[in-house]
């Protein structure tokens, strides 16, 4: 199952969003970045094309899906301008091409643990698979509890003038990953509004982390006698 968020690449909607950016690109670097979206947009379809065959024949070969479900979202444009205006970088599709890599976004949620790293390994060793990046946030959680496996990898999309590579995130995470993720992000969301939220609840969370680790190898291990 593929659950996907609309996409702005559309010129006339893309201006009326672009109000809060400061450098404002001309009309021609907006076209410009619509077709890089449109590129990006590819080599992300390509990438789930990729994990869904990975998952199918699993449940061939095993009677069993270490894929539990997919998202895949596009920055938007705004936020995307914004954080290549937080980063110094010029408001080019050069200098966003070099330099931000999560623009086409993926969300693997897997059932165990080693799921995790099963799915990585079959994904990067296919031959026009290649692995630009990668942080393993499993092995080392954030200082807030967060664990996830992020890696970017680049996917050749086949255009009329030929191939092209493009960069494609994946955050790779368990199910319990994904509960505790969602709750979290919901509580640094708030803390906008109410900062003494974080300072109530943050410690809370980072053990309720450690905990749902403890329970998933737990039951990983179970479900390993049971196959
Ligand atoms: P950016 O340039 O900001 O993307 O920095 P980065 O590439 O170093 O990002 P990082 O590896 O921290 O991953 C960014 C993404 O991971 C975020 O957009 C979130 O989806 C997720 N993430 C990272 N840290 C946390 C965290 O502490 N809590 C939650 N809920 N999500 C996190
Ligand atoms: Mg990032």
Not at 102 to 125: F, H, M, P, Q, S
Not at 166 to 185: K, N, Y
Not at 211 to 223: A, F, K, P, S, V
């Amino acid at each position: 199952m593929i659950l996907e968020r609309p996409s702005v690449i559309n010129l006339k909607k893309l201006q009326s969003e672009l109000d809060g950016i400061v450098n404002r690109p001309d009309m021609d670097e907006l076209s410009e970045l619509i077709k890089m979206y449109q590129l990006y947009q590819a080599g992300q379809k390509e990438i789930s094309t990729k994990l869904e065959n990975l998952d199918s024949e699993f449940q061939v070969n095993y009677d069993y899906n270490p894929i539990h479900h997919m998202e895949s979202r596009m920055k938007e444009m705004q936020s995307l301008l914004q954080k290549a205006e937080r980063k110094g970088y010029d408001l080019t599709t050069k200098a966003i091409e070099d330099n931000i890599y999560d623009i086409a976004g993926i969300r693997v949620i897997t059932n165990y643990i080693d799921d995790i790293y099963n799915v990585e390994k079959l994904l990067v060793d296919q031959t026009d698979v290649t692995l630009l990046k990668r942080k393993d946030y499993i092995k080392n959680p954030k200082d807030s509890g967060y664990r996830s496996l992020h890696i970017v990898v680049k996917v050749p999309v086949f255009q009329a003038t030929g191939p092209i590579d493009v960069p494609v995130e994946i955050q790779i995470r368990t199910v319990g990953m994904d509960m505790w993720a969602s709750l979290e992000h919901k509580l640094r969301y708030k803390t906008d509004a109410n900062p003494e939220l974080v300072s109530k609840y943050g410690d809370r969370l980072k053990g309720y982390a450690e905990e749902l680790e403890q329970i998933e190898r737990g039951m990983q291990g179970i479900h390993k006698e049971l196959i």
